[in-house]
């Protein structure tokens, strides 16, 4: 799907899909960006980087193996090197995820390990013109300006901004460094793709990532898809779901506000208006309940609550749902039919069900209708969260966020004092780097640090209302796409009002341009993850190793590098190195590994050697293509990429487990059962599991978590060797550093994190059962007070956040459109990268806007022409239209990848020069608005309105 404006002479199929080759290179702006020349960019120009024509023909073709940097499907890739030139590209069609598939970013992947248009030194703004400077000059100036901050208005004023692009080393260093700096100021994408699924799902079951596999997804009878296209958004994953229509007759049932290309697959369609899935969900589970088809005996073994949700399912019959959500009675029915008749069911979502107000809420119902179902613990069944970037679930996992340190350990005094032991330095002198003083009653170190989708706030914000000592007045951008935000001219403001801004990319990024600045921006060049070498984590939680492709193009350094050398300048580069050595700069990568391993106990970080993830990676071809399980060979029997939790050490040879919470097999071999996090009785009812344990196990029925207590109750203390039992005394089993209650626990068939019931309700949110409130900006004022927002709250995450004070503005006369926002399959992300691609920029040159027939002739707009889409705070965008049937009349849809542009204005002049991507755009964040879940501050992109209008 291409757009540009209409020329007289164009052929039928090219005005429906937009420009040709030919148009595009003789329109393109790519004849005077950065001195290419437009003719020669496919053909001989951009191609030259990557043939062989410098290489020596007499070295020998070198095959790597490596994992594509898009996704977190997590496909393998042989790359071929001759003579330090990546001259060669395969699929690996022996790899267990994608059988040699690719999508089209994928197929592109040789372009970003020698892309012209990378960062190629480092840089700084001066007076508005971008100077090249040396690696030394660039860390002193950014480390005496931090320095300076430090000690005007404390650690918390500098806000380390991370990457769900590093690899798994790099991410745990990333928070390392930002906690022994000082502050919790510290935050990834992950808060604005899955927190609240992060959040959802780890307080109904336990563990708030993806139960089964896209593999696993093969043995599937029924999948419904909600706020997900996989055509799009993760395309080899399609594979696998096309693989289970054919082997099982799986149906598939599609829940989108557009007619997607998934849906184009699927069985069932049913069109829902953006921020009604509560509705749509308590929907299904009224037919469900009424018919009887829910599975009585896992609901009574393992599910408390539920009698809760039944009362508020009955305040949703067909009626209600179709005047809240807009779908009838018979697709309701007929969705709910193709759910209960034909299970194994998996439910998937994506960022269309949690970036929401209701995020929270809309994954916690999600989870409900599973468990409804008794798809949990099941192969065929599962919540299978689809994550967006290459390591955005690694880097959770991995602490790069605000709220929480390495392995989800919180903020607690116990879980500084337990990672201060792993990081082997002193606990009083990592205190003594927080700032001192308590805000609302807490002191930072112990308070969640602002997180990223809130950044803006933290630098506007009245600091009188803040609960931290003064305004953010530094920003590092290390590896993220500010356009992926919403809110840009607030952004645009906040980055011209910060001291200094140091963005740490392969690529200079929207935030170097977006903004009027003179000066206070440095640019340092990181290497893409093709130039170094460590694990990476899939949507699934494998862990996958990948080789060194290249080595550092231009003067980039890998990510780690940059850490080290900056660590030195701000002085505590001993601590943060203590145990990891470090050589030429560059810290060692499995010394990384080790230590996360010896610290991560919560979550099973630490059965994963660095041995076991490479001996994964250099037997791909021995994994079944479904299971996972390795047939034969030097790692017989374990399941691929050891996904975690893989328990106790790596010599106890866990195989890791493929599909969370299944009683079915025995815990020292994959299986499990949900866990006891939240005490072991509520209200005077029993949390615990009933009749339900895992296969072998010596407690045959639910017991709380274990603890050195516990083993010595049960008479197994002296299981522990002498060492384990120095180590265990007066620990549990996610600190004990020896590993030996989870061994003890294990060796007798129990899951160390005891075993509870999932959790329909959650106590502990805002809404203890979900509910549906209307979005801020809605159009349905008459449903307002039936369904209102919650009550502006004073302080989430150290900043007061509206609601009510927003909804109670009714700005939907002047704005009448709902305006959503999604994927597109050639580009990722903020697009920085991708758009900087030759093979995918050719695909989509152009940022657009989908408008229904009916808008587009009400309004005198025609296919192709430019428009302006303003939004309801006033942010507006001008793109190009596409009429187009997919979206419904009254309903907008613009992609997110664009940036380049701001309310008109073309930035491309002020990149440094050669490091513009080919394709610019507007970006669709700078229409939207404001809107937060309350409990992980989740950005609102999937519902605003906007107005559109004739440019």
């Not at 594509?68 to 890739?77: Q, T």
């Not at 179902?373 to 955005?392: M, Q, T």
Request: aromatic content about 10%; some cysteine; overall charge negative.
């Amino acid at each position: 799907m291409k757009l540009t404006k209409r020329s007289d002479a164009v052929s039928k199929d090219e005005k429906q899909l937009g420009v040709s080759r030919r148009t595009f290179m003789r329109n393109s702006t790519l004849a005077t960006a950065g001195g290419i020349a437009a003719a020669g960019m496919f053909a001989p120009g951009m191609m030259k980087k990557a043939e062989a024509k410098d290489v020596d023909p007499n070295k020998p073709v070198e095959q790597k193996r490596t994992i594509c940097s898009h996704c977190s499907v997590g496909c393998g890739v042989y790359a071929e090197v001759q003579d330090g030139v990546w001259v060669g590209q395969e699929p690996a069609f022996d790899h267990p995820f994608n059988a040699g598939g690719h999508c089209a970013k994928g197929a592109a992947l040789r372009e970003h390990g020698h892309g012209e248009r990378r960062l190629k030194y480092p840089m700084k703004l001066v007076d508005g013109k971008w100077q090249k400077i040396s690696w030394d000059t660039a860390i002193n100036e950014i480390g005496d300006k931090c320095l300076e901050i430090r000690k005007q208005a404390g650690p918390d004023s500098v806000y380390f901004l991370g990457s769900a692009k590093h690899s798994n080393e790099q991410a745990y260093l990333f928070r390392k460094m930002a906690s022994l700096w000082g502050t919790n100021n510290v935050d990834h994408q992950a808060r604005i793709c899955h927190s609240t699924t992060v959040a959802g799902v780890a307080n109904t079951w336990g563990y708030g990532a993806m139960t089964n596999s896209f593999n696993d997804m093969h043995n599937c009878k029924s999948i419904l898809f909600v706020g997900s296209n996989p055509a799009e958004a993760h395309p080899v994953a399609m594979q696998h779901i096309l693989i289970a229509k054919e082997k099982n007759g799986c149906k598939i049932v599609v829940a989108d506000p557009r007619r997607t290309r998934t849906a184009a697959k699927g069985d069932h369609y049913v069109s829902l208006r953006p921020g009604t899935d509560i509705a749509f969900i308590w929907g299904l589970l009224w037919h469900i309940f009424d018919n009887g088809w829910e599975d009585k005996e896992f609901i009574r073994q393992r599910v408390f609550g539920m009698d809760e949700i039944r009362e508020e399912v009955a305040k949703w019959p067909p009626e209600e749902v179709e005047r809240v959500a807009g779908i009838n009675r018979d697709d309701m029915y007929k969705a709910a039919k193709i759910l209960s008749e034909n299970r194994p069911g998996s439910v998937v979502w994506c960022m269309g069900g949690t970036q929401h107000t209701t995020g929270n809420n809309n994954t916690r119902a999600y989870c409900v209708l599973e468990l409804a179902l008794g798809n949990i613990g099941r192969s065929g069944g599962g919540a299978n969260i689809f994550r967006g970037h290459d390591n955005v679930q690694g880097a959770t996992d991995l602490g790069v966020l605000s709220h929480t340190l390495p392995g989800y350990y919180g903020l607690s005094d116990g879980a500084w004092k337990h990672w201060s032991k792993v990081w082997d330095v002193d606990l009083e002198w990592v205190q003594g780097r927080f700032d001192p003083n308590s805000y609302n009653g807490s002191k930072p170190m112990n308070t969640n640090g602002i997180p990223v989708s809130r950044w803006v706030d933290g630098v506007l914000e009245d600091p009188e209302k803040m609960a931290q000592k003064e305004n953010i007045r530094a920003m590092f951008y290390w590896g993220h796409a500010v356009n992926s935000q919403t809110r840009g001219p607030e952004m645009k403001k906040a980055m011209e009002q910060l001291d200094m801004m140091v963005i740490v990319d392969p690529y200079p990024t929207v935030a170097a341009v977006m903004n009027d600045r003179k000066d206070g921006i440095y640019l340092l060049p990181s290497t893409t993850q093709f130039e170094t070498y460590g694990s990476v984590t899939a949507s699934n939680r494998s862990l996958q190793w990948r080789d060194q492709v290249i080595e550092p193009l231009f003067d980039s350094k890998p990510d780690h590098t940059i850490m080290y050398l900056l660590s030195k300048k701000l002085g505590f580069s001993d601590q943060l190195f203590k145990n990891i050595a470090v050589q030429n700069d560059e810290p060692s990568v499995e010394d990384i590994t080790r230590e996360f391993n010896r610290g991560m106990w919560t979550i099973g970080y630490t059965g994963q050697s660095p041995e076991r993830i490479k001996a994964h990676q250099q037997n791909w071809h021995t994994f079944h293509k479904t299971s996972l399980e390795a047939e034969g060979g030097p790692v017989n029997g374990e399941t691929y990429g050891l996904p975690w939790p893989c328990w106790g050490t790596p010599e106890m040879k866990h195989p890791g487990t493929h599909i969370l919470y299944d009683t079915s097999k025995e815990v020292a071999k994959g299986g499990g059962n949900f866990r006891a996090r939240f005490g072991v009785e509520f209200e005077g009812e029993s949390l615990l599991a009933v009749d339900s344990y895992s296969k072998g196990c010596e407690l045959e029925d639910g017991y709380p978590e274990f603890t050195d207590k516990m083993l010595k109750q049960l008479g197994w203390w002296d299981d522990l060797t002498a060492e384990e039992k120095a180590a265990a005394e007066g620990k549990n089993w996610k600190t004990d550093l020896s590993g030996g209650i989870q061994r003890v626990a294990i060796a007798h068939g129990c899951m160390p994190f005891g075993n509870a019931k999932a959790r329909a309700i959650v106590w502990t949110f805002p809404d203890r059962v979900p509910l549906h409130r209307e979005p801020l900006y809605t159009p349905r004022r008459d449903l307002v007070a039936d369904y209102p927002t919650w009550d502006d709250k004073a302080d989430i995450y150290r900043l007061p956040t509206l609601y009510k004070s927003i909804q109670d503005q009714d700005v939907s006369g002047e704005y009448p459109i709902i305006l959503t926002s999604g994927r597109l399959v050639e580009y990722e992300g903020g697009g920085e990268e991708t758009r900087s691609n030759p093979w995918l920029a050719e695909l989509q040159q152009e940022m657009f806007v989908e408008v229904n027939p009916v808008d587009a002739n009400n309004l005198n707009i025609k296919d192709g022409e430019d428009v302006w889409v303003e939004g309801a705070e006033k942010g507006r965008v001008k793109v190009k239209a596409m009429v187009t049937r997919r979206v419904k009349e009254g309903m907008a849809f613009m992609p997110f990848h664009f940036g380049g542009k701001f309310e008109g204005k073309d930035l491309r002049p002020k990149y440094p020069d050669g490091a513009d991507p080919y394709v610019v755009g507007e970006a669709a964040n700078t229409a939207t608005t404001y809107g937060y879940d309350p409990v992980t501050l989740m950005q609102e992109t999937k519902v605003t309105l906007c107005k559109i209008s004739a440019a």
